[in-house]
T-cell receptor, first 114, second 116 residues
Framework: AQSVAQPEDQVNVAEGNPLTVKCTYS??????LFWYVQYPNRGLQFLLK??????LVKGSYGFEAEFNKSQTSFHLKKPSALVSDSALYFC????????????FGQGTELSVKP | GAVVSQHPSRVICKSGTSVKIECRSL??????MFWYRQFPKKSLMLMAT?????????EQGVEKDKFLINHASLTLSTLTVTSAHPEDSSFYIC????????????FGSGTRLTVV
């Protein structure tokens, strides 16, 4: 079965420190991977995606993610966290040949304290 | 960038009534729309996939007669919750796939449905 896992329900970081939000996936074929952020009572905002090419993907708001095929991971990172980064983060995978739908991880709540 | 406008943002309705949620793609043609349901601080559950001009494809366990989806044009998809019950209270989000954006998905801002 194709799936995405975010092993941490919550990540707490001090402002200015680096942050990592973890994601692992299980898909057949080459994965298309995405990160989205959600603020309370809002839709999802796109951060970045990996389709092919360079394993290090840079996205919006200073976020980046590294595709690691051997570890089947796509962790989201930022060198210096901001309080405004506090939100719910979702990793998603687009399975091959399933009409383009996305499968989401369970979400990780990021809390950045001053 | 691509924008999907979702309305209403919040709705409260009485049990037994029907509620319609609209999603419009404002600056692109949405050949495919996805409808999700989200419980508090939980992941998004795909309810159905709709393609313009054809019947929606529902995920297993989703009642197609209860959650009516119409995608009559390339810029509008609607979700109607029929005979709503309190357990239908949730956050509903649409997403559009635009073939002209490389593997891009744009999400609506969501609709908070409360059934009383």
């Amino acid at each position: 079965a194709q799936s995405v896992a975010q092993p941490e329900d919550q990540v707490n970081v001090a402002e200015g420190n680096p942050l990592t939000v973890k994601c692992t996936y299980s898909v057949s074929g080459n994965p298309y991977l995405f990160w989205y952020v959600q603020y309370p009572n809002r839709g999802l905002q796109f951060l970045l995606k990996y389709i092919t090419g360079d394993n290090l993907v840079k996205g919006s708001y200073g976020f980046e993610a590294e595709f690691n095929k051997s570890q089947t991971s796509f962790h989201l990172k930022k060198p210096s966290a901001l309080v405004s980064d506090s939100a719910l983060y979702f990793c998603a995978v687009r399975p091959f040949n399933q009409g383009g739908k996305l499968i989401f991880g369970q979400g990780t709540e990021l809390s950045v304290k001053p | 960038g691509a924008v999907v406008s979702q309305h209403p943002s919040r709705v409260i309705c009485k049990s037994g009534t029907s509620v319609k949620i609209e999603c419009r793609s404002l600056d692109f043609q949405a050949t495919t729309m996805f409808w999700y349901r989200q419980f508090p601080k939980k992941s998004l559950m795909l309810m159905a996939t709709s393609n313009e001009g054809s019947k929606a494809t529902y995920e297993q366990g989703v009642e197609k007669d209860k959650f009516l989806i119409n995608h009559a044009s390339l810029t509008l998809s609607t979700l109607t919750v029929t005979s709503a019950h309190p357990e239908d209270s949730s956050f509903y989000i649409c997403s559009a796939r635009d073939r002209h954006i490389n593997y891009g998905y744009t999400f609506g801002s969501g609709t908070r449905l409360t059934v009383v």
